[in-house]
């Protein structure tokens, strides 16, 4: 009995998976309920507990940009609990998958008076999930999402 249910399964993980319509670079899309690296969500967190410089440390650790303009990173982010109140909560919209080792997250931010889109471009090295090149937050999803992307 082992034997089929191993195959079925072996099966199962070869398969491809199906692309999306809207995809022609050869990248796929993950719908939401997929996983957000935990620094990403880490980073989230701390935002959520208003310690912004501790937030861009986190999701700079690691990256090419480590230890860089912390201040400077952090003014945004306090620009947008200034305008629309507190930051409470966050979704995954979608992940693009390059690769099995890089992707780009894209998120929506809930704070109080209205959503701000995010997106964190992350690449798993041999240490775990770092961020690639930069994050980057705007009231527009527009300046976020892909031109190609449609978020049902």
């Known amino acids: 009995m082992r034997t089929p249910a ?5 099966c ?3 398969a491809p998976t199906p692309a999306s ?6 990248s796929s899309l993950v719908q939401p309920g997929g996983t957000i690296p935990p620094f990403v969500v880490a980073g989230l967190e701390e935002y959520k507990n208003k310690n912004l410089e501790e937030a861009v440390k986190i999701w700079l650790k ?4 480590e230890g860089m303009g912390i201040n400077r990173r952090a003014e945004p982010l306090r620009k947008y609990v ?3 109140g507190a930051f409470q909560s966050y979704e995954l919209m979608s992940t693009r998958v390059f690769s099995a080792r890089s992707r780009v997250l894209y998120l929506i931010l809930h704070f109080e008076k209205r959503p701000v889109f995010a997106r964190f ?7 775990g999930w ?3 090149g930069e994050y980057e937050f705007n009231e527009n999803p ?3 999402l892909p031109a190609c992307q449609s978020v049902n």
């Open 62 to 65: 690691g990256s090419t940009s």
């Open 6 to 10: 191993f195959f079925l399964v072996f």
């Open 82 to 84: 200034e305008f629309y």
């Open 142 to 144: 527009d300046k976020i």
């Open 21 to 26: 319509p809207a995809q022609d670079d050869g």
């Open 130 to 132: 770092i961020l690639l």
């Open 121 to 127: 471009e992350v690449y798993r090295s041999d240490l």
């Open 12 to 14: 199962l993980l070869l």
